[in-house]
């Protein structure tokens, strides 16, 4: 079972953005990823391995984590980066979802 | 480049049968695993299972084991997910994706299919 923390985050263009994804168990940071999805379109693969950006992600997305707890960072928000973002992980069940944290528009 | 293309919009009523596809348009080898990941409305993501191209071969999460099918046809390198009775449960978009195998996340997404069931 994977946890986001926190639900809503409510910042400014610009600000520094701050996800926490916590496993109930260690998982392998090699299948931890991390999505960005936006109303009305698929969502995008931004990190993959819990900390490589996948193609075509700019640098301001960044991410870290072993074992239990994983984060992703937003070094500074742009205004398309304001989305709902799950952390994902792959293992003896298949796959699992978090339940998402939303960054929103202070 | 590959591009995963969905079918349309559905509108079925409960105890219908369904059948949705994605066809991965520019792959070169059926050798891919498909997912298919539900979003109920106001929800979030939902990890189904995945149906390998080339074979059939299916997994599934445990959550939907025995309430949808998942196939394929490599002739045309098309996965599809299947219902044989469906609820207003199922009332979702549904997304298609590429399993980035080497890391087992979706890296490539189809546009969605909306499936709305009422009577």
């Known amino acids: 079972v994977l946890t986001q923390s926190p639900g809503t985050l409510s910042l400014s263009p610009g600000q520094r953005a701050t996800l926490s994804c916590r496993a109930s168990q260690s998982v392998s940071s090699s299948f931890l990823g991390w999505y960005q999805h936006k109303p009305g379109q698929a969502p995008r693969l931004l990190i993959y391995?819990?900390?490589s950006r996948a193609t075509g992600i700019p640098a301001r997305f960044s991410a870290s984590g072993s074992g239990t707890d994983f984060t992703l960072t937003i070094s500074r928000l742009e205004p398309e980066d304001f989305a709902v973002y799950y952390c994902?992980?792959?293992?003896?069940?298949?796959?699992?979802f978090g339940p998402g944290t939303t960054v929103d528009v202070k | 480049e590959v591009q995963l293309v969905q079918s349309g919009a559905e509108v079925k009523g409960p105890g219908k049968s369904l059948k949705i596809s994605c066809q991965a348009v520019?792959?070169?080898?059926?050798?891919?695993?498909i997912g298919w990941v539900r979003q109920r409305p106001g929800k979030g993501l939902e990890w189904m299972g995945i149906?390998?191209?080339?074979?059939?071969?299916?997994m599934y999460s445990p959550s939907f084991e025995g309430q949808v099918t998942m196939s394929a046809d490599k002739s045309t390198a098309t996965a599809y997910l299947q219902w044989s009775s469906l609820k207003d449960s199922d009332t979702a978009i549904y997304y298609c994706?590429?399993?980035?195998?080497?890391?087992?996340?979706?890296?490539?997404w189809g546009q969605g299919t909306r499936l709305t069931v009422s009577s």
């Open positions: 149906v390998y191209l080339a074979d059939s071969d299916a």
């Open positions: 994706a590429r399993l980035f195998a080497m890391v087992s996340l979706f890296d490539i």
């Open positions: 994902q992980v792959y293992g003896p069940e298949l796959g699992t």
């Open positions: 391995g819990a900390s």
């Open positions: 520019g792959l070169q080898y059926p050798s891919h695993w």
